[in-house]
């Protein structure tokens, strides 16, 4: 009998190559003006630099180019930790570039109003911008491989019972443990926190880039902090390898995950409750169980009862305020991360960092986060851990 059966092949509907070839041609641009606006600035004719040095800066930033996405594509999309090695650096490098490149471009028309002719004027930019990018880039890196300073605040929420005036929080968002083998960091991390003797630790989400089984042993001495309560929300990374995974491996280094759920602490007869939710992008990621529901995160909770939210973005604080949350925990932005980038994040964020008031009594905190997404450069944006005390009005 002759087999019938259709040949197993993969279609893909008109919808997502359309995304395909949009996801293309946005690529193509940013990468385009990544790499080329930069030439402006170090090789453009005015500067009348040698042929040598023209021919030679051309063929390396069209090296770069050329291979910047396949690199990029190699690293996020089939998660590759060597392609991410080399394209996320690549990345930062080029962003600051590209910033900077604006900026000495101002300056270029300065001084030819301020009559400075080429090459002295092309060759002074060119060589200002190398050294910018350069200092940047290497202070840029220092600040995000370096354990993060501790930022300290108070936090006076009016509904606080004076049994608990004086607990203290210790915040760790965005470590993202990803490509860069950061254990040595991670215990480094673990050791600062304890030094502070936090009542509760908290992290906020994003915790790693990549699979428990990529990022196990970078995530091993979170089992050493040392708190009387250890919280855990998922952020959108984790819903990129498994958040219920991620959940799993915390619960067993020792940590409660919030997974749209409350606890309440007590003291002398007074309550206060940690809440937390998932991340708002769960509910598109496909797992199973998972998706942000405030409702569920809080069904039980007295009406009197002081409540602080573990959420890992700022922008779910209007949820927070109907809610009639007291204080909200969240990271996402790193602050921008990389000047000017903070410029886009405020697009989609309602705040950067540090203590904002939404609402008639909500509070919000927004940690700068203490890792790295992508690019290992904190320009202008230093990582922390966020130290908070709790005071009663």
Do not use: C
Request: avoid cysteine; charged fraction near 15%; proline fraction near 6%.
């Amino acid at each position: 009998m002759a087999d019938t059966t259709a040949p197993n092949r993969t279609t893909r509907s008109p919808g997502a190559n359309r995304r395909r070839i949009g996801f293309g041609v946005v690529l193509f641009v940013i990468t385009t003006l990544l790499f080329w606006v930069p030439w402006t600035g170090l090789l453009a004719p005015g500067a009348q630099w040698p042929r040598g040095v023209v021919v030679a800066g051309t063929a390396l930033i069209a090296v770069a180019y050329v291979a910047f996405p396949f690199l990029l594509i190699r690293a996020l999309g089939r998660h590759s930790d060597r392609a991410a090695r080399i394209a996320l650096p690549l990345l930062g490098i080029a962003w600051i570039a590209f910033a900077w490149t604006i900026a000495t471009h101002v300056l270029r028309l300065v001084l030819a109003l301020a009559g400075v002719e080429n090459p002295l004027r092309g060759r002074v930019i060119a060589v200002l911008l190398v050294v910018i990018v350069a200092t940047l880039a290497l202070h840029g890196h220092r600040v995000a491989m370096r354990v993060p300073p501790v930022r300290r605040a108070d936090v006076v929420l009016p509904r606080l019972d004076k049994a608990f005036d004086g607990l203290t929080i210790a915040v760790l968002a965005d470590t993202h443990y990803g490509p860069i083998d950061r254990t040595r960091w991670s215990r480094g991390l673990v050791a600062a926190v304890n030094e502070l003797d936090a009542d509760v630790v908290v992290h906020v989400g994003d915790l790693a880039d990549g699979t428990v089984e990529q990022r196990r042993g970078q995530t091993a001495p979170l089992a050493e902090v040392r708190a009387a309560r250890r919280f855990y929300v998922s952020g959108n990374h984790e819903y990129l390898s498994n958040a219920q995974a991620w959940l799993e491996h915390m619960a067993e280094l020792g940590w409660t995950g919030l997974h749209n759920q409350h606890r309440v602490l007590e003291r002398a007869g007074a309550r206060l409750v940690f809440a937390g939710v998932d991340d708002i992008t769960a509910a598109h990621s496909g797992e199973a169980g998972h998706g942000a529901d405030l409702a569920a995160a809080l069904a039980g909770v007295r009406p009197d009862d002081p409540v602080v939210l573990l959420a890992h973005q700022p922008s779910e604080v209007g949820k927070a305020v109907a809610a009639g949350v007291d204080l909200q925990l969240s990271g996402h932005t790193h602050g921008g991360q990389i000047w000017p980038f903070h410029l886009l994040v405020r697009l989609q964020q309602p705040v950067l960092s540090g203590l904002s008031t939404h609402g008639p009594r909500t509070l919000l905190w927004t940690s700068r986060g203490a890792g790295f997404w992508g690019p290992p450069f904190r320009v202008f944006a230093p990582n922390e851990i966020s130290l908070l005390t709790l005071r009663s009005a």
